[in-house]
């Protein structure tokens, strides 16, 4: 460091400038903790600035454990006397500098953040058998431009990259990120990174991230392998984790020898969560993977992904993200979470993308414009515009989930309103189904009692568009949800809903197309549809399930409505009796039934003839 290498134990560093540019050429030759004011801090660090730039590199492969930091290197209040242990560790520090590392060698184990680099790691603060928050890096900032790359044919591994830190085992608190940061690696397969995290704040975080804010851009691109099963320091997470604001919170499961290993929250102390994060800047992430067979991605316009609730945080930064992995979850708020959501919301154009490059992928692939996949969902909005695209011949082992809120769900989503466009352009025959709507993709409960997806909207005006070339499998499209297995409940949907065969489909596989449910399996109550539902089928003569409320309906309806009209277009097979048309619902299983009190307004034309 520039001005103190090492602060003692219940030392203080305060009101300490550097002015002074630091470079490292070769970081094999001295100690592995390079920062503007602070190599190593045990104590506590409060107003300090660095304005120099700080550049680091080396020819010569590393060993565990490099860290990089305009302000401070490491943090570790977990030594001597434990007084710092849990109290605030960095306060109202401040970098002004670039923080810029390029290693043209294999290194292992890197953090690099604009303040501060890392906290201890490892699980080494532990008591009772708990993980121990270590403290807390509070009222941070930081102005530099924070980047870290590495060429070689070799794969580097375990780098972690934040605005404000790199990885932390501890609480974030009113930090803002305002320099663009960077997780740059060759995208030609020649160079891969195992386990890598970026965030505008934060790359990896076990505790909490509050009232944090990224205004730099986002830039991620790389070729990725995934680490080693629960190996990723004591977070767990393995797999690529990329986020506007922070890349992973929380102690992530993992899969062990065929064994998802679940670490309880009573290992965790303080219940943390991330709440009232906001990104403001171009978050833009190109996530490719050099093996397809492992590799899974975790990436949102805020945070990445999360094994913690997140709650009151939101996206005003476009938001380009595209994926060539396994299985990818992507959002434009929040990518993946085992957790629960609550009022998070978008006010940009989010782009998400499955490219090219996934030709060989196996597993499902979730698009949400607010979340990719998460447990429940309350009271979420998304007000900007949603563009989903899959441009790859996908052999997938799963199905791809796209919605406007989001893709997935695995327990209930409530409270929800789309008032946007979201346009999903399909350029794949392969997957195993496609499953998208306005407002979620799919409810399917995996523990305790099905919650049915209750009083979500979409707004008048707005359009849900399903383009498509994937004739080798069924596509389920609703104005709410394309799949329902646990019921719908007051739910209105007022936009538009198109769906449209790019090619000519004359196989077995079809459609199921309405404007509340592509597809229910329990109850529909309460339910409205007012959009107008076109169709058009390129003179294809494969099946139809088309209705105002719910295409294949596999259950009970009771005071539902339909205002809408429906027009299929160009349908090559009329007459066919496999194809089923309905104001309320199309097909329905021989238990399904629709009450006396569901009421049909809408008229159903078939190539301008009208039913």
Same mark, same amino acid.
């Given at each position: 460091?520039?001005?103190?290498?090492?602060?003692?134990?219940?030392?203080?560093?305060?009101?300490?400038?550097n002015?002074?540019?630091?470079?490292?050429?070769?970081?094999?030759?001295v100690?592995h903790?390079?920062?503007?004011?602070?190599?190593?801090?045990?104590?506590?660090?409060?107003?300090?600035?660095?304005?120099g730039?700080?550049?680091?590199?080396?020819?010569?492969?590393?060993?565990?454990?490099?860290?990089?930091?305009?302000?401070?290197?490491?943090?570790?209040?977990?030594?001597?006397?434990?007084?710092?242990?849990?109290?605030?560790?960095v306060?109202n520090?401040?970098?002004?500098?670039?923080?810029?590392?390029?290693?043209?060698?294999?290194?292992?184990?890197?953090?690099v953040?604009?303040?501060?680099?890392?906290?201890?790691?490892?699980?080494?603060?532990?008591?009772?058998?708990?993980?121990?928050?270590?403290?807390?890096?509070?009222?941070?900032a930081?102005?530099?431009?924070?980047?870290y790359?590495?060429?070689?044919?070799?794969?580097?591994?375990?780098?972690n990259?934040?605005?404000?830190?790199?990885?932390?085992?501890?609480n974030?608190?009113?930090?803002?990120?305002?320099?663009?940061?960077?997780?740059?690696?060759d995208?030609?397969n020649?160079?891969?990174?195992?386990?890598?995290?970026? @965030? =505008? !704040?934060? &790359?990896?975080?076990?505790?909490? *991230?509050?009232? +944090?804010? /990224?205004?730099? #851009? %986002? $830039?991620?691109?790389?070729?990725?392998?995934?680490?080693?099963?629960?190996?990723?320091?004591?977070?767990?997470?393995?797999?690529?984790?990329?986020g506007?604001?922070?890349?992973?919170?929380?102690?992530?499961?993992?899969?062990?020898?065929?064994?998802?290993?679940?670490?309880?929250?009573?290992?965790?102390?303080?219940?943390?969560?991330?709440?009232?994060?906001?990104?403001?800047?171009?978050?833009?992430?190109?996530?490719?993977?050099?093996v397809?067979?492992?590799?899974?991605?975790?990436? @949102? =316009? !805020?945070? &990445?992904?999360?094994?913690?609730p *997140?709650?009151? +945080?939101? /996206?005003?930064? #476009? %938001? $380009?993200?595209s994926?060539h992995?396994?299985?990818?979850?992507m959002?434009?708020?929040?990518?993946?979470?085992?957790?629960d959501?609550?009022?998070?919301?978008?006010?940009?154009?989010?782009?998400?993308?499955?490219?090219?490059?996934?030709?060989?992928?196996?597993?499902?692939?979730?698009?949400?414009?607010?979340?990719?996949?998460?447990?429940?969902?309350?009271?979420?909005v998304?007000?900007?515009?949603?563009?989903?695209?899959?441009?790859?011949?996908?052999?997938?082992?799963?199905?791809?989930? =796209?919605g406007?809120?989001?893709g997935?769900?695995?327990?209930?989503?409530?409270?929800?309103?789309?008032?946007?466009?979201?346009?999903?352009?399909?350029?794949?025959?392969?997957?195993?189904?496609?499953?998208?709507?306005?407002?979620?993709?799919?409810?399917?409960?995996?523990?305790?009692?099905?919650?049915?997806?209750?009083?979500?909207?979409?707004?008048?005006?707005?359009?849900?568009?399903?383009?498509?070339?994937?004739?080798?499998?069924?596509?389920?499209?609703?104005?709410?949800?394309?799949?329902?297995?646990?019921?719908?409940?007051?739910?209105?949907n007022?936009?538009?809903?198109?769906?449209?065969?790019?090619?000519t489909?004359?196989?077995?596989?079809?459609?199921?197309?309405?404007?509340?449910?592509?597809?229910?399996?329990?109850?529909?109550?309460?339910?409205?549809?007012?959009g107008?539902?076109?169709i058009?089928?390129?003179?294809?003569?494969?099946?139809?399930?088309?209705?105002?409320?719910?295409?294949?309906?596999?259950?009970?309806?009771?005071?539902?409505?339909?205002?809408?009209?429906?027009?299929?277009?160009?349908?090559?097979?009329?007459?066919?009796?496999?194809?089923?048309?309905?104001?309320?619902?199309?097909?329905?299983?021989?238990?399904?039934?629709?009450?006396?009190?569901?009421?049909?307004?809408?008229?159903?034309?078939?190539?301008?003839?009208?039913?």
């Amino acid at each position: 460091a520039f001005v103190v290498e090492y602060n003692e134990p219940d030392g203080l560093v305060a009101g300490c400038v550097n002015n002074g540019n630091v470079t490292v050429s070769d970081l094999s030759k001295v100690a592995h903790r390079v920062a503007g004011v602070v190599g190593a801090s045990y104590g506590k660090m409060k107003d300090c600035i660095n304005n120099g730039t700080i550049t680091v590199g080396s020819e010569v492969d590393l060993g565990n454990g490099q860290n990089i930091a305009g302000v401070v290197g490491y943090i570790n209040p977990n030594a001597g006397s434990k007084a710092a242990l849990g109290k605030v560790l960095v306060e109202n520090c401040v970098n002004n500098g670039n923080v810029n590392v390029y290693f043209n060698c294999k290194p292992k184990s890197v953090n690099v953040g604009g303040v501060v680099a890392s906290t201890q790691n490892h699980a080494l603060a532990t008591e009772g058998g708990k993980v121990v928050m270590l403290g807390t890096v509070k009222n941070c900032a930081n102005y530099g431009e924070v980047s870290y790359g590495f060429a070689t044919k070799d794969t580097g591994t375990y780098g972690n990259v934040g605005g404000i830190i790199g990885y932390a085992e501890c609480n974030i608190e009113n930090c803002d990120n305002h320099g663009k940061v960077s997780f740059l690696l060759d995208t030609n397969n020649t160079t891969a990174g195992s386990c890598p995290s970026c @965030g =505008g !704040v934060v &790359g990896k975080n076990i505790f909490n *991230v509050t009232k +944090c804010n /990224n205004y730099g #851009e %986002v $830039n991620v691109a790389g070729v990725w392998t995934a680490g080693t099963a629960g190996n990723s320091l004591v977070g767990g997470m393995y797999q690529a984790v990329f986020g506007g604001v922070a890349g992973y919170v929380g102690v992530a499961p993992y899969d062990k020898d065929g064994i998802v290993v679940v670490v309880p929250a009573a290992v965790v102390e303080a219940d943390p969560k991330v709440e009232y994060c906001n990104n403001y800047g171009k978050v833009t992430i190109n996530n490719k993977c050099k093996v397809n067979g492992g590799t899974q991605g975790y990436l @949102g =316009g !805020v945070i &990445g992904g999360a094994a913690v609730p *997140v709650e009151k +945080c939101a /996206n005003y930064g #476009e %938001v $380009n993200i595209s994926s060539h992995t396994a299985r990818v979850w992507m959002g434009g708020v929040l990518g993946y979470s085992i957790s629960d959501v609550k009022e998070l919301a978008n006010h940009s154009k989010v782009t998400l993308t499955i490219d090219e490059l996934s030709k060989d992928s196996a597993g499902a692939q979730q698009l949400g414009g607010l979340i990719g996949q998460v447990m429940n969902i309350d009271k979420c909005v998304n007000n900007g515009e949603v563009v989903l695209k899959c441009d790859a011949e996908l052999n997938l082992g799963g199905d791809l989930y =796209g919605g406007g809120i989001a893709g997935y769900a695995n327990e209930s989503v409530t409270n929800c309103e789309l008032n946007s466009d979201v346009p999903l352009t399909v350029n794949t025959t392969k997957p195993a189904n496609v499953k998208f709507a306005g407002v979620v993709g799919q409810i399917k409960t995996i523990t305790g009692t099905a919650q049915p997806i209750d009083n979500c909207t979409t707004a008048a005006g707005t359009k849900v568009t399903l383009k498509t070339k994937a004739t080798g499998c069924n596509n389920f499209v609703g104005g709410i949800i394309a799949q329902s297995n646990n019921g719908i409940k007051d739910c209105v949907n007022k936009a538009a809903v198109e769906f449209e065969w790019l090619v000519t489909n004359t196989g077995s596989k079809g459609c199921a197309v309405a404007g509340v449910a592509g597809l229910q399996k329990q109850l529909a109550s309460g339910c409205e549809n007012e959009g107008e539902i076109t169709i058009k089928m390129n003179n294809s003569t494969c099946f139809i399930y088309a209705a105002g409320v719910v295409g294949n309906h596999q259950g009970t309806m009771s005071d539902c409505s339909n205002s809408g009209n429906i027009a299929i277009e160009d349908y090559a097979a009329a007459d066919s009796e496999a194809s089923f048309y309905g104001g309320l619902a199309a097909k329905l299983a021989a238990t399904a039934t629709v009450g006396d009190d569901c009421t049909n307004t809408g008229v159903i034309t078939i190539n301008g003839e009208a039913l």
